[in-house]
């Protein structure tokens, strides 16, 4: 809608002014409620060419607007800003024309997006589940706009922490298995780590009291070097170690696909650290020769970054074992060479900037010019009403545990609205599986990545707030009255001669506007403002369906409009919904 009037706005400007004007200057914003009007233009950028004042330069180009077409029914101007009221039969045309299609950018990009990338030595978490329905519904939004885009995964499993949980199976397993133990793979694992924590907080505890720093008594925990030791017999290639390896992350990744199923996550591609470390410890080699890099007299390789205003960074530990930016290096390299992508997209949390800003200059100094096309979505992180979770001290909410709490609080809360009494258990069943995920991943996407968020499950599933659920049933509401419509006979007609109320006509302005809501979320990056634009429609509808009646309307044009209304509303709810990785239940 706003191209259009940007349109005749700037053919208006032309013929008053023998002057085509900066399409990008046009600034089209929705008129406010405290004055009359459907879309406002600031016209203060173009008096510089109208050489006119304000008003006058407002006044001419909307009289101009008005006569040029039956587009617009008038006007008013307020110092330099000119409100544009739409026609009734624009706002029949809108409607009619109106649909959930959304048009490809001009220059459509081939993006990589990496999300998820889990460790192999616990499960996933709550501040996984954001890293996974942000990615996934980044992914989706690319698409709709028209972009190439692939979903790959870059699982840790390799490196320190993933020796710890495999020392703590060695030494207090007893031979536990997922099979023997009816513990899922990946919790199993992760339990292993924290027993680790547990047994070397121990240790460090008696090197204190004995008489060492905290620090001097990490260096001197035997566990910590049975734990380096193990990461080098890793790397050699020692068959115990890699064959216990391989038993315990096979535990892992059975436990990760089922939780990834529940989710709706998949991936086109999968990168294993312990694939790409190599590919990583080349491009240090690459490095070292062009002397970009520095081995030190301990062994270690390292880049000074201090003259870029960043600290000196290790490339490979002392002992040649390889850290988390080597595998980095080696996979952008990789899959650089693999897509020739326009673009590389990494969500990751806000606590790895640092992370992304040394990877992407080490690559530029090497000499990889392509690492400008290396993005950072970096989120903030998630907590709890109980405050943050820590990893090694099992404080953290498991994915799995989450999404069944919100199934559990999704069926209590439906139960006690009532809202379900009338539907099969089997029915009832696959809708309460429905609200708790369109719960947990609207609650979740609602927030700007960058902005940290504090997630309570009960508050994510209100039937009224700004929830999931609440666009959901809104959406079931909307089906309701168009199946009750369909059964008593009632066929959308003519209805031309409907003048439709303000809120119809805020209505039809609303959707009209949703690819452009769509696109400004992946210019953007930002589920978050797809998300509220949807709220904001289900308001919108909700505050309609209790102006005016639809089925039992009595004048065949008005009901006829509204049909077709409710029939559009739903659709872009459904679109929108599904990019969220949402479904949008028919009855509720």
Same mark, same amino acid.
């Given at each position: 809608?706003?191209?259009?009037?940007?349109?005749?706005?700037?053919?208006? $400007?032309?013929?008053?002014?023998?002057?085509? &004007?900066?399409?990008?200057?046009?600034?089209?914003?929705?008129?406010?409620?405290?004055?009359?009007?459907?879309?406002?233009?600031?016209?203060?950028?173009?008096?510089?060419?109208?050489?006119?004042? %304000?008003?006058?330069?407002?006044?001419?180009?909307?009289?101009?607007?008005?006569?040029?077409?039956?587009?617009?029914?008038?006007?008013?101007?307020?110092?330099? $800003?000119?409100?544009?009221?739409?026609?009734?039969?624009?706002?029949?045309?809108?409607?009619?024309?109106?649909?959930?299609?959304? &048009?490809?950018?001009?220059?459509? !990009? +081939? @993006?990589?997006?990496?999300?998820?990338? %889990?460790?192999?030595?616990? %499960?996933?978490?709550?501040?996984?589940?954001?890293?996974?329905?942000?990615?996934?519904?980044?992914?989706?939004?690319?698409?709709?706009?028209?972009?190439?885009?692939?979903?790959?995964?870059?699982?840790?499993?390799?490196?320190?922490?993933?020796?710890?949980?495999?020392?703590?199976?060695?030494?207090?397993?007893?031979?536990?298995?997922?099979?023997?133990?009816?513990?899922?793979?990946?919790?199993?694992?992760?339990?292993?780590?924290?027993?680790?924590?547990?047994?070397?907080?121990?240790?460090?505890?008696?090197?204190?009291?004995?008489?060492?720093?905290?620090?001097?008594?990490?260096?001197?925990?035997?566990?910590?070097?049975?734990?380096?030791?193990?990461?080098?017999?890793?790397?050699?290639?020692?068959?115990?170690?890699?064959?216990?390896?391989?038993?315990?992350?096979?535990?892992?990744?059975?436990?990760?696909? =089922?939780?990834?199923?529940?989710?709706?996550?998949?991936?086109?591609?999968?990168?294993?650290?312990?694939?790409?470390?190599?590919?990583?410890?080349?491009?240090?080699?690459?490095?070292?020769?062009?002397? =970009? $890099?520095?081995?030190?007299?301990?062994?270690?390789?390292?880049?000074?970054?201090?003259?870029?205003?960043?600290?000196?960074?290790?490339?490979?530990?002392?002992?040649?074992?390889?850290?988390?930016?080597?595998?980095?290096?080696?996979?952008?390299?990789? !899959?650089?060479?693999?897509?020739?992508?326009?673009?590389?997209?990494?969500?990751?949390?806000?606590?790895?900037?640092?992370?992304?800003?040394?990877?992407?200059?080490?690559?530029?100094?090497?000499?990889?010019?392509?690492?400008? /096309?290396?993005?950072?979505?970096?989120?903030?992180?998630?907590?709890?009403?109980?405050?943050?979770?820590? *990893? +090694?001290?099992?404080?953290? @909410?498991?994915?799995?545990?989450?999404?069944?709490?919100?199934?559990?609080?999704?069926?209590?809360? *439906?139960?006690?609205?009532?809202?379900?009494?009338?539907?099969?258990?089997?029915?009832?069943?696959?809708?309460?599986?429905?609200?708790?995920?369109?719960?947990?991943?609207?609650?979740?996407?609602?927030?700007?990545? /960058?902005?940290?968020?504090?997630?309570? &499950?009960?508050?994510?599933?209100?039937?009224?707030?700004?929830?999931? %659920?609440?666009?959901?049933?809104?959406?079931? !509401?909307?089906?309701? @009255? #168009?199946?009750?419509?369909?059964?008593?006979?009632?066929?959308?007609?003519?209805?031309?001669?409907?003048?439709?109320?303000?809120?119809?006509?805020?209505?039809?302005?609303?959707?009209?506007?949703?690819?452009?809501?769509?696109?400004?979320?992946?210019?953007?990056?930002?589920?978050?403002? #797809?998300?509220?634009? #949807?709220?904001?429609?289900?308001?919108?509808?909700?505050?309609?369906?209790?102006?005016?009646?639809?089925?039992?309307?009595?004048?065949?044009?008005? !009901?006829?409009?509204?049909?077709?209304?409710?029939?559009?509303?739903?659709?872009?709810?459904? *679109?929108?919904?599904?990019?969220?990785?949402?479904?949008?239940?028919?009855?509720?």
């Amino acid at each position: 809608m706003t191209g259009k009037i940007a349109e005749l706005f700037c053919n208006a $400007f032309q013929e008053l002014y023998q002057s085509t &004007p900066d399409r990008k200057e046009v600034t089209i914003q929705k008129t406010r409620s405290e004055f009359q009007g459907d879309y406002t233009i600031n016209v203060f950028p173009f008096l510089k060419i109208s050489k006119k004042k %304000p008003e006058e330069t407002a006044r001419e180009i909307g009289e101009r607007m008005l006569a040029a077409s039956g587009f617009f029914s008038g006007f008013g101007v307020i110092k330099g $800003f000119l409100n544009l009221t739409l026609s009734d039969e624009t706002c029949h045309q809108m409607l009619q024309e109106m649909n959930a299609a959304v &048009p490809d950018v001009s220059a459509p !990009r +081939r @993006v990589v997006v990496e999300f998820s990338s %889990p460790n192999t030595n616990k %499960p996933l978490h709550l501040g996984h589940v954001r890293n996974n329905l942000l990615g996934n519904s980044i992914c989706e939004i690319l698409k709709a706009v028209g972009h190439e885009v692939i979903k790959v995964n870059l699982v840790n499993d390799r490196g320190i922490h993933i020796c710890k949980s495999m020392l703590a199976w060695q030494k207090w397993g007893n031979g536990i298995t997922p099979e023997s133990s009816g513990i899922k793979g990946d919790r199993l694992v992760g339990d292993m780590y924290v027993r680790f924590s547990q047994e070397m907080k121990k240790e460090v505890d008696t090197l204190i009291a004995g008489g060492l720093s905290a620090e001097d008594a990490e260096k001197k925990s035997e566990l910590m070097a049975e734990v380096r030791k193990m990461l080098q017999d890793w790397e050699a290639g020692n068959t115990e170690v890699r064959k216990l390896w391989a038993m315990m992350n096979g535990w892992v990744y059975e436990g990760f696909d =089922v939780t990834y199923r529940q989710l709706g996550i998949h991936f086109d591609k999968t990168y294993y650290e312990s694939e790409t470390y190599l590919s990583g410890k080349e491009i240090v080699q690459m490095g070292l020769q062009k002397g =970009v $890099f520095v081995k030190h007299d301990d062994g270690s390789v390292r880049i000074d970054l201090t003259a870029d205003g960043l600290d000196e960074k290790v490339l490979l530990r002392s002992d040649g074992t390889s850290v988390y930016i080597t595998q980095d290096l080696g996979t952008a390299v990789m !899959r650089q060479k693999e897509y020739n992508a326009d673009e590389m997209v990494y969500v990751v949390g806000n606590e790895q900037n640092y992370h992304f800003q040394v990877l992407k200059l080490v690559l530029k100094k090497i000499g990889f010019e392509w690492a400008d /096309k290396l993005y950072h979505l970096s989120y903030g992180m998630v907590e709890l009403p109980e405050g943050k979770m820590k *990893s +090694r001290e099992g404080t953290v @909410v498991d994915a799995d545990d989450l999404m069944k709490e919100m199934l559990d609080t999704a069926r209590q809360v *439906s139960e006690e609205s009532g809202k379900l009494q009338e539907l099969s258990e089997e029915e009832k069943a696959k809708i309460y599986d429905q609200i708790a995920k369109g719960a947990l991943k609207y609650f979740i996407l609602k927030v700007e990545p /960058k902005k940290g968020m504090l997630f309570n &499950p009960r508050e994510s599933i209100d039937f009224e707030g700004n929830t999931g %659920p609440f666009l959901q049933y809104t959406h079931a !509401r909307i089906c309701s @009255v #168009l199946r009750k419509a369909s059964q008593a006979g009632m066929v959308a007609g003519d209805f031309k001669n409907y003048l439709p109320s303000a809120t119809e006509r805020e209505i039809i302005k609303h959707l009209s506007s949703y690819s452009e809501q769509v696109h400004l979320s992946a210019h953007e990056m930002n589920p978050g403002n #797809l998300a509220n634009y #949807l709220f904001a429609l289900a308001k919108l509808y909700n505050q309609f369906y209790h102006e005016h009646p639809v089925i039992r309307e009595e004048k065949e044009d008005a !009901r006829s409009f509204r049909m077709i209304l409710s029939r559009k509303a739903a659709e872009i709810l459904r *679109s929108g919904m599904k990019l969220l990785g949402m479904e949008a239940p028919e009855r509720m």
